[in-house]
């Protein structure tokens, strides 16, 4: 084999390698600083009215149509049911999920405001 013809055999091999790894959705590194801020906050309120409240109830704190609350779900659960519909696997150490059901469709379109979502979520919280 020829120099490039090796080039070309490893670049391909490391695309799909690329490729793949993004096929399971990890948390983005963004994550890191999570959003506070009151303007944070009454987005992520807004966008959950949107997208949520069809099926999980307007308070997250209680069981809607067909979505259960969602307050005691961990960022990494919520990231993984908006991005694929899915619980993740493995699931966090301690979490159950409410439902065994696979109702939830993904709804990407979310990726980037999903932190928004979850500290909403968070901030109406009730502690037991
Ligand atoms: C089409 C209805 C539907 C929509 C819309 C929907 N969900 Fe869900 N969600 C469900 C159902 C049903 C479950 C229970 C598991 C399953 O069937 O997928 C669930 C489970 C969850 C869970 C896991 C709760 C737990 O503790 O087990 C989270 C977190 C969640 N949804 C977040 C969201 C967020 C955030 C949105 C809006 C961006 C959303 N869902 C929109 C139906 C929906």
Redesign the pocket.
């Known amino acids: 084999m020829n120099r490039s013809l090796v080039g070309a055999v490893l670049g391909s091999l490391l695309f799909s390698a690329a490729l793949f790894s993004q096929t399971k959705p990890s948390l983005p590194a963004k994550v890191q600083a999570l959003p506070t801020t009151a303007k944070d906050i009454e987005r992520g309120r807004v966008l959950?009215v949107a997208?949520?409240i069809?099926?999980?109830n307007k308070d997250p704190n209680v069981k809607g149509s067909?979505?259960?609350e969602?307050v005691?779900?961990p960022l990494s659960?919520?990231y993984s049911?908006?991005m694929t519909?899915k619980y993740p696997d493995p699931l966090p150490a301690g979490f159950v999920?409410?439902?065994k059901?696979?109702?939830?469709?993904a709804?990407p379109k979310?990726k980037a405001d999903i932190p928004v979502?979850w500290a909403y979520v968070q901030s109406v919280k009730k502690k037991k």
């Open positions: 959950y997208n949520c069809r099926c999980h067909i979505g259960p969602m005691d779900s659960v919520m049911k908006v519909g999920p409410k439902r059901s696979r109702a939830m469709q709804i979310l979502i």
